[in-house]
């Protein structure tokens, strides 16, 4: 059993609920491992982003939260004075030490799983280069500072996060960047051309340009009959 424990453990079991819940998990699992013998290692997670993580709900990272806010144009938010610094680690690493914890059968630690870096809220939010900022309260339980000492995990597993944040965070902003100017050229040259493509309809959805197999074909339709007739006109001219 490998179980995902979390770095909230640091800022103390009584400080929010989740990690009262995550501290007491990784008790009933140290509690099974001493009386019956269960083979399980637990693994404390620093603010995980990548592909696929979650844009929305109560569990959702600052990244996915802060992404989402640019895909609908709406304000990224701070809580606080963006002093509070985290800890982010790729969910590739991860991936890498879950691996290596299976291969080596290294049972009964406890590895920390971090970069070994931190940046503060403010820092991160200035790398989005992103210009609608919201400040509001701070929030109540919170850590000031996550920030991995993965010692243990280096020497037993051989384990060595590649993946750097900031360059990683470079990357999904000029991703999202690109995104959004791509929909504006799209948008635009199909304002442009609406009177030669009339059926042509375009659903945007959640910042996602999709369009529906059947509407392209009959645009292709369009798009041949305009084409034939502009030729059967300049032939009888």
Known sequence: LQFAGSSSHHSGKFKNP???SKDVSE???QLCQEIYGLKATITRFYNVYG?????EGGYCTVIGKWERAVETGNPITIFG???KRRDFTHIDDIVDALLLIEQK???GHLFELGRGTNFSIKEV???FVYDKLAYE???PGEALVTLCDSTEARNILGWEPKKQFDKEL???VNYYKNKLNFKSVIIKSITVNRFLFPHIRLLIIEGEIKTYFAIILNSIKNIYFFINHSSNMSLKN
């Open 170 to 172: 470079e990357y999904i």
């Open 18 to 20: 989740y990690t009262f």
């Open 137 to 139: 309260a701070d929030k």
């Open 51 to 55: 592909p696929h993580h979650l844009k």
């Open 81 to 83: 004075d963006g002093t």
């Open 105 to 107: 059968e290294a049972w």
């Open 125 to 127: 939010a200035d790398m």
């Open 27 to 29: 008790e009933i699992v």
